[in-house]
Each structure stands twice: as structure tokens, then as C-alpha cells.
């Protein structure tokens, strides 16, 4: 039976490109290009330089903070596609996307079980093919591995890899990451959830992406006719804020569903973009429309240059209650930290809670029992408008 679902138009934005995208490229969307994801890859926007220059008098900076800005950059990846970008309105002082692009420890490595497989819990393993995203997001965990250009795995590392998950049967549960899986060719990633599909015994086979927010085109039927095969798949892909559930985006998780890909989404509680309550319910709510479960919402991890992005704990579980009573419970995500040192995942206010007094929090590992404290202090960014120059002081040029 064919399950390669039929093909459908991309839907036309529905919403209006803002001055600087349409003056950096009207021309594309008139001429249909836009719609293209080699165009939208292609014409990614990579470095804070190029991105303030875009944005231009529509958001003023003083030249003090456009170097520093472009300072911070300097020292990690800048990666933007032109429809995610095309989200930012300047004008507003709490804008979601731009703190998500625009700049300010987990060791892994140490628990590969061959190049790229990591198996920090006894009953899965995380298989990160590449390094690459379309988009790279400032709170992003893996931000280290921007470093030195991005790569992919090679046949013989994916073979190694498909065979060390093969040699372990208590790993039941393989999830595919890096970067982001779905900017590789699609015949790649076919070739990937087919081997371990055929060779492993496994309960769950999961994808992490978040290609479907911040370029929807590219789940295009090419793609879909690689994944299908091995459904049932499921994909955790990752909005943040009520704003990136374009018309577009949403398209992409009905067709993704369309053949066999259960999506779900894992958000991550940022200051200065979704840390009201306001924000959460309408975030709940354009999840449910685009057929989206919100499962999880993380705490911010400590990624250096982020903590600007983080939002108390204790205000956080007080912004998750505050979802109560006013949206289905399949759109009230779990609040969950990730313990330092590898400790694993935990719900903030599940049983591993042992203590808390103000800021500090002690959990016990899941893992291994350990008490492991964590901070769970407030940052203090205020947001998109903290990088505008005032009113009447000289922007930044080139």
C-alpha cells in the first residue's frame, strides 16, 4: 500500500512580511521563491552584522551594543533562515524571535558508545547525525558543537552507530538529533530510520527537529516518502511562542501526521519571550489548533551567554499553573529541568523534588539517586527592546 501522502500546495503567508523583509525580499516571495526550502537554506542569514543590517532603521542600535552584539556572535555560529527571520516585528519591545537568533555542559562525549551515539540512559541512546541547523537558537544546549564548520555523519560512522545500538538490546528507544536531522537529504535520513528500523529492536523511534517552525517548506513530498516507510515515527519539534504557528508551520505537521509521524511539542520557558501568562495560554492554544500535544517546556539549561534567557524556576511552575483551568490538559506542558552532570531529566515539581528554599533546588537523579542542587534563579534580559538604541541616540552602520 502507497502511504506516501498526495501532494498539497505550500498555503501563501498569512501574514504580511514586515519593512525589512520585504525590502530584503519581496522580490522572492512575488517570484515564488520564497516557497523554495534550497532558497530559504540558501539565503540563510549568518552573522549579527548581516542580521541588524536587514533589519536596519526598523530597529535602531547604538553602536556600543551592535559590537557587542557582534562580538558575542563572533564567538558562537549565527544562523537564520529568511521565513523565520520574517517573524520579527521591530517594534515591539517583547518581540519572541529575535532573543532566539540574536546573541547576548552537558559531556556527552564521555558517554558515546561509538561516533555520535550517546547512551546516558540505560534504555535509549541519542544518535546525532550532524551538526547543522537551518536556524541556530541562543539557548540552544549543543551550541559547542557550532564550532569548526558543520559536518555529517559518514556511511561508515552511521554503520558503526546502527551497529553499537544493534549490539545493546536494553536500548529500546533511539532518538535521531544533532543539529537538526531533517536539513540532511531526505534519502540520508531514509536511509538512517530504515537500518534502524530493520536491525534494532525497538520500542520508540524519535526525531528531534525543529525544521517544521523554522523552515516549513522543507517537509516537502521527498522527504515524506523516506520517513513514511518506517512509521510510526515521532518527531518533538519545538515552538516557542504563538507567533512561529504560521499557516505554513502548521501545514507541515499535518502532513508530517499525514504519514506517520506523531508530533509533539518540547518548548523551552525563555525571559523576554513566552514568560507570561498570556504568552503560555496563547502558545497552549495555537498548539492545539495545529494538532500539537505541548509536552514538555524546559527550564532554560545553563548555556554560557544564555542566562540572560533564563526565567526563575518558582516562576515558572507558578506561570505552568496559571495554564490550569483555562485550556485542555493535552496543551499544559510539563515544566522539566535537566540536572547538571548528567543527573537526567526531571519534572520541577515532580517526586524527585527533595528540597527547595528560594531559588535552590534539590533533586534526587533519577538515575542514580544522587541529590544533585539546582539554580533556579532569574535572569535579566527585558527583552527585544533592551538592544534598541533610545530615541534619538545614532544607530549603528556599515
Known amino acids: 500500500m502507497d502511504v506516501t501522502p498526495p501532494r498539497s500546495p505550500l498555503l501563501p503567508s498569512t501574514f504580511p512580511l514586515p519593512p525589512f523583509a520585504q525590502r530584503a525580499w519581496g522580490g522572492a516571495v512575488a517570484s515564488g521563491e520564497w516557497h523554495d526550502w534550497r532558497w530559504q537554506l540558501a539565503h540563510r542569514v549568518t552573522s549579527v552584522g548581516a542580521l541588524l543590517d536587514l533589519l536596519g532603521a526598523d530597529f535602531p542600535v547604538a553602536p556600543a551594543m551592535r559590537a557587542a552584539l557582534e562580538q558575542a556572535g563572533a564567538a558562537s555560529e549565527v544562523s537564520v533562515t529568511p521565513c523565520y527571520l520574517a517573524l520579527v516585528r521591530p517594534d515591539d519591545p517583547r518581540d519572541p524571535i529575535l532573543p532566539q537568533v540574536l546573541p547576548d555542559p552537558f ?61 545493546r538490546p536494553a536500548i529500546r528507544d533511539v532518538l535521531l538529533s544533532g543539529g537538526d536531522p531533517l536539513n540532511l537529504p531526505p534519502s540520508y535520513v531514509g536511509k538512517v530510520v530504515r537500518a534502524l528500523r530493520e536491525r534494532c529492536d525497538l520500542d520508540l523511534l524519535r526525531l528531534g527537529s525543529r525544521v517544521p517552525v523554522t523552515l516549513p517548506m522543507r517537509i516537502d513530498d521527498e522527504l515524506l516518502a523516506e520517513l513514511a516507510p518506517a512509521a510510526p515515527l515521532w518527531l518533538n519539534t519545538h515552538f516557542n511562542h504563538a507567533r512561529e504557528v504560521t499557516a505554513e508551520a502548521a501545514a507541515a505537521v499535518r502532513r508530517l501526521a499525514s504519514a506517520g509521524v506523531v508530533v509533539s511539542n518540547q518548548g523551552v520557558l525563555l525571559r523576554g519571550v513566552n514568560d507570561t501568562a498570556d504568552d503560555l495560554l ?35 511552575l507558578e506561570l505552568i499553573a ?58 535579566s534580559f527585558a527583552g527585544a527592546g533592551s538592544w534598541r538604541a533610545p530615541a534619538g541616540a545614532a544607530a549603528g552602520g556599515r
Open 282 to 316: 496563547a502558545l497552549s492554544r495555537a498548539l492545539l489548533r495545529a494538532g500539537l500535544r505541548a509536552y514538555y517546556l524546559h527550564h532554560c539549561d545553563p548555556v554560557a551567554g544564555v542566562r540572560h534567557l533564563r526565567v526563575g524556576l518558582a516562576r515558572g
Open 322 to 379: 496559571s495554564l490550569q483551568g483555562k485550556v485542555s490538559g493535552l496543551a499544559i506542558p510539563r515544566l522539566t529541568v535537566d540536572l547538571p552532570g548528567g543527573g537526567g531529566k526531571v519534572q520541577a515539581d515532580g517526586p524527585y523534588l527533595r528540597e527547595r528554599h528560594g531559588d535552590r533546588f534539590v533533586y534526587a537523579s533519577p538515575l542514580t539517586g544522587q541529590r544533585i542542587e539546582v539554580d533556579g534563579s532569574e535572569g
Open 107 to 167: 559531556r556527552e562525549e564521555e558517554l558515546e558508545i561509538a561516533k555520535g551515539v550517546v547512551n546516558r540512559y540505560p534504555d535509549r541512546a541519542l544518535f546525532l547525525l550532524t551538526n547543522f541547523c537551518s536556524t541556530l537558537c541562543r539557548h540552544c544546549m549543543r551550541r559547542r558543537e557550532w564550532d569548526g564548520g558543520f559536518t555529517r555523519l559518514t556511511d561508515a560512522e552511521l554503520e558503526a552507530g546502527v551497529a553499537a545500538i544493534a549490539a
